[in-house]
């Protein structure tokens, strides 16, 4: 059983940073696509951004203007999300998921498509609010 656990959120500032981690566990992270995503009230959950292990490459969502970033750490089994210049419109519940690159519905690419997904974590809250 893929187990993900998100940590790192909080009550921060406009225009401060912080940075989530995804901790997997029963996997070996070269083995799956891992993304982002974010839930806030009312709204529907939406894609931040992804990677893809196998080859590193990874994709942005455009709507995060550049100021979110994904890496990761193979020898911790971890997926960071560092997120800059933070807006109040970014308070959400961020989750990370994953998706077995040998998932015959994966593309060549990793998705920011939560359909896409097939293991989530139970998600981490972050405010932003002054």
């Known amino acids: 059983q893929v187990q993900l656990v998100e940590s790192g959120g909080g009550l921060v500032q406009p225009g401060d940073s912080l940075r989530l981690s995804c901790t997997a566990s029963?996997?070996?992270?070269?083995?799956?696509?891992i993304g982002w995503f974010r839930q806030a009230p009312g709204k529907e959950r939406e894609g931040i951004t992804c990677?893809?292990?196998?080859?590193?490459?990874?994709y942005n969502a455009e709507s995060m203007e550049g100021r979110f970033t994904i890496s990761s750490d193979n020898a911790k089994n971890t997926v960071y999300l560092q997120m800059n210049s933070l807006k109040p419109e970014d308070t959400a519940v961020y989750y990370c998921?994953?998706?077995?690159?040998?998932?015959?519905?994966?593309?060549?690419?990793?998705?920011?498509?939560?359909?896409?997904?097939?293991?989530w974590g139970q998600g981490t809250q972050v405010t932003v609010s002054s």
């Open positions: 998921a994953a998706v077995l690159r040998a998932d015959p519905r994966v593309y060549e690419y990793c998705s920011v498509l939560p359909k896409m997904y097939s293991h």
């Open positions: 990677i893809n292990h196998s080859d590193g490459m990874y």
């Open positions: 029963r996997i070996s992270l070269d083995d799956y696509d």
